[in-house]
């Protein structure tokens, strides 16, 4: 496994990953104009020459603008000159040489990053603040949860959604194939459903494992954020060895959460209710080889402003230590 970073690419943030012993980069999403409705070649040529001046690999360029990807999602009027972009956006990553593509199929919501949750303001470890999510408070809501805006009366189910994944996988994975970029799937957070009238099908393992199957090809994957996956029920281990045997992991998200949905909070990389240790080991036996990042981690009293540099710096070194250390453990080659 590969230690990589997400967030800011400006030089500072760039040197902060080396110094933490940092090698790849996943998300990178180039500055560029929306109203293009795709990555062009030359923004992504000067993203990259950014990374790699730092001494970084650009590993997983990860998220698509919503405004680029709703009407796919909702299988709306648009939809077509949607994908099609899309297709340029994949070419382009092929020929600059950015092998994976993260995305999600669950809609942006209006609240940004970190995930739709309910609290942003929880308490964890000595009063840092984490994000939490309770299903009983937004359950039958019909709120303004989504970016950008869908009419109050849209409704969608499973099989929609099924049926619209469907269609967008039967037209992008061929393009991916011959780009040689892997598509990589991020569950929907929190893994409910549904929310705001729209169901959200990547909700459990089983799901993920359809998901994978419905165009059977390598270049058809996952972002596997294991905060999410530790959401569902069942176990995250499995679900590990599971795609990872399989080749279906691109990239990891090592995050961690209290315990499974209808309600959980996030946790210390140290403190969630799957082991990390245990999850790395997983992977290795699994024969998983890929960048993994922090991912929604606490904010800590010295990180007022946001940033969360601190705690970034806390989950990069430990997971670090548990890099170096678990194929050691896998061997059994610990010292007493």
């Known amino acids: 496994m590969k230690l990589a970073v997400n967030g800011r690419m400006d030089p500072e943030h760039l040197d902060f990953a080396r110094q933490l012993g940092a090698t790849d980069v996943v998300n990178g999403v180039p500055d560029c104009d929306l109203a293009k409705g795709y990555y062009d070649f030359h923004d992504l040529t000067l993203q990259k020459s950014r990374i790699e001046d730092a001494g970084l690999t650009w590993s997983v360029l990860e998220g698509v603008p919503p405004e680029w990807c709703d009407n796919i999602k909702l299988g709306l009027p648009g939809r077509d000159e949607q994908i099609e972009n899309w297709c340029r956006t994949v070419e382009?990553?092929?020929?600059?040489?950015?092998?994976?593509?993260?995305?999600?199929?669950?809609?942006?919501?209006?609240?940004?990053?970190?995930?739709?949750?309910?609290?942003?303001?929880?308490?964890?470890?000595?009063?840092?603040?984490?994000t939490s999510f309770d299903y009983a408070q937004v359950k039958g809501a019909r709120q303004d949860y989504w970016y950008p805006p869908i009419p109050h009366d849209l409704e969608l189910s499973d099989e929609d959604m099924w049926n619209n994944i469907t269609y967008f996988l039967k037209a992008v994975i061929p393009v991916a194939e011959k780009a040689g970029v892997r598509m990589s799937l991020h569950p929907d957070d929190p893994p409910v459903s549904p929310i705001g009238g729209i169901a959200r099908v990547f909700r459990s393992h089983a799901a993920l494992k359809r998901l994978v199957d419905i165009v059977p090809s390598e270049y058809n994957g996952l972002g596997f954020c294991q905060g999410t996956v530790s959401e569902m029920p069942g176990?995250?281990?499995?679900?590990?060895?599971?795609?990872?045997?399989?080749?279906?992991?691109?990239?990891?998200?090592?995050?961690?959460?209290s315990n499974p949905v209808p309600a959980f909070s996030?946790?210390?990389?140290?403190?969630?209710?799957?082991?990390?240790?245990?999850?790395?080991?997983?992977?290795?036996e699994a024969g998983v080889d890929c960048p993994m990042i922090d991912d929604h981690v606490p904010r800590l009293v010295l990180d007022p402003d946001g940033l969360h540099q601190t705690s970034r710096a806390y989950a990069l070194g430990y997971m670090k230590a548990l890099l170096d250390n678990v194929g050691r453990i896998g061997n059994g080659k610990t010292h007493s």
């Open 92 to 130: 382009n990553m092929g020929a600059v040489g950015i092998p994976v593509l993260g995305y999600f199929f669950s809609l942006r919501n209006v609240g940004g990053n970190y995930g739709l949750r309910t609290s942003k303001s929880t308490r964890s470890r000595g009063g840092a603040i984490v």
């Open 235 to 257: 176990d995250a281990l499995d679900a590990i060895r599971y795609f990872g045997k399989r080749g279906k992991i691109n990239y990891v998200h090592f995050r961690f959460v």
């Open 266 to 284: 996030e946790t210390f990389i140290d403190q969630g209710h799957v082991d990390p240790m245990e999850s790395l080991l997983a992977y290795e």
